[in-house]
């Protein structure tokens, strides 16, 4: 099976400050990458999709994505508490006919004031 | 849109008892998912669905069963609870044309 690895964490970040979240995965013909959130407790939200190299924006959320070196990155400005939570980088997988993500652990994030 | 949904909420049962975990979706998706999720662990898949009317083994199956009744609903049943099938389960649907999965709100499950 395919492997995505992340930092376990806990990553601490202060109010205001840019979490830099990253994610490594192996299978290089991988085409569709995601992150999650998930808050204590809760279930998996997505909040970010990307597809090619470079660069995608989402309010205070950029994905980066660089498939030669098999890596995906999850910044975050402007940090806020409500941001601490869970991130998962999640990578599609074809196998056996059928897609698939692969999850990594996740990595704990922690904004204090 | 409910999105999707997952009966019950939470769960205890004894060794050795069965139960079926329900899950239902609105978003006409054709593919549907069973995760677990431990400590550590992360999310395994047990089942997944890619259509009505096929089911096919994840990462984790043995001591579950599924069952696709529509294109809606697709079910995770555990035959003869076990104390390591103690864990928080996910039902997910898939987009089909970005691969986006959207997670239902879980259940958690206690086996004594």
């Known amino acids: 099976q395919k492997e995505v690895e992340q930092n376990s964490g806990p990553l601490s970040v202060p109010e205001g400050a840019i979490a830099s979240l990253n994610c490594t995965y192996s299978?290089?013909?991988?085409?569709?990458f995601f992150w999650y959130r998930q808050y204590s407790g809760k279930s998996p939200e997505l909040i970010m999709s990307?597809?090619?190299?470079g660069d995608k924006e989402d309010g205070r959320f950029t994905a980066q994505l660089n498939k030669a070196s098999q890596y995906v990155s999850l910044l975050i400005r402007d940090s806020q508490p409500s941001d601490s939570a869970t991130y998962l980088c999640a990578v599609n997988e074809f196998s056996g006919g059928y897609n698939k993500l692969i999850f990594g652990a996740g990595t704990r994030l922690a904004v204090h004031p | 849109n409910a999105g999707v949904t997952q009966t019950p909420k939470f769960q205890v049962l004894k060794t050795g008892q069965s139960m079926t975990l329900q899950c239902a979706q609105d978003m006409n998706h054709n593919s549907m998912y069973w995760y677990r999720q431990d400590p550590g662990m992360g999310l395994r898949l047990i089942y997944y669905?890619?259509?009505?009317?096929?089911?096919d083994k994840g990462e984790v199956p043995n001591g579950y069963n599924v069952s696709r009744l529509n294109k809606r609903e697709f079910s995770l049943r555990l035959e003869s609870a076990a104390p390591s099938q103690t864990s928080v389960y996910f039902c997910?649907?898939?987009?089909?044309?970005?691969?986006?999965?959207?997670f239902g709100p879980g259940t958690r499950l206690t086996v004594t």
């Open positions: 669905s890619a259509s009505e009317g096929t089911t």
């Open positions: 990307i597809y090619s190299n």
């Open positions: 997910a649907s898939r987009r089909q044309d970005t691969y986006e999965q959207y």
């Open positions: 299978d290089r013909g991988s085409q569709s």
